[in-house]
């Protein structure tokens, strides 16, 4: 009985392995091919994002950046500006007489 298992489990063993091992280099070779071409387009890709952004550093100019001008309002009798936190703002009186 032991050898008719043994027997029945080799005729089984042996075919599963040969198609086993002739499956994994058939794999092996396109999972391979997949690598090399995903690792090209990385490649590609990577010197696409270099060129964009030497573009895009090339299109800086001083006209993307607002100047900010200092303006010179003139600030009405008897306001009196503070700042707060670095924000100025104004102390504005009820009366036009400061004097009160």
Sequence with gaps: MRRFLLLIGLTIFIPLTVLALGAKTDSNKSIEAELKSLKS????????????????????????????????????KGWRKRQFNGIPYYVIPLQQNSNK
Excluded: G, N, Y
């Excluded at 900010?68 to 600030?75: A, D, E, G, L």
């Design 41 to 76: 387009q990385v490649a590609s890709l990577e010197k696409r994002v270099k060129t964009l952004e030497t573009q895009l550093l090339a299109r800086r100019t001083l006209k993307d950046f607002p100047l900010i001008m200092p303006q010179t309002h003139h600030v009405p």
